[in-house]
């Protein structure tokens, strides 16, 4: 079982930047995919960003050239820069781990662009 928990969210004004943090309970070399989903009011949670033990990333359309995630296997963290933030970012942001046929599920953290 592995257990993820999210870091980062807050309050932030449009065109600023935040980064988000994924601790998980265990070595994540052998996870072999860790990524960011979101979920805004009212919609479905989808694919922000996400990044394989082999550091292969893939992003949403919406995200491309803003956002870049990372990993820190010494630290067990996976890490999301979320730049040029807009109103439409507003979500909350789940960190999510691919091992095997299991899937994990941080619990969230609340992101919200706003003036």
């Known amino acids: 079982q592995v257990q993820l928990v999210e870091s980062g969210g807050g309050l932030v004004q449009p065109g600023g930047s935040l980064r988000l943090s994924c601790a998980a309970s265990e070595n994540i070399f052998s996870i072999n995919r860790m990524g960011w989903y979101r979920q805004a009011p009212g919609k479905e949670r989808e694919l922000v960003a996400s990044?394989?033990?082999?550091?292969?990333?893939n992003y949403a359309d919406s995200v491309k050239g803003r956002f870049t995630i990372s990993r820190d296997n010494a630290k067990n963290t996976v890490y999301l820069q979320m730049n040029s933030l807009k109103p439409e970012d507003t979500a909350v942001y789940y960190c999510h781990a691919l091992r095997g046929y299991f899937n994990y599920w941080g619990k969230g953290t609340l992101v919200t662009v706003s003036s």
């Open positions: 990044i394989t033990n082999g550091g292969s990333t």
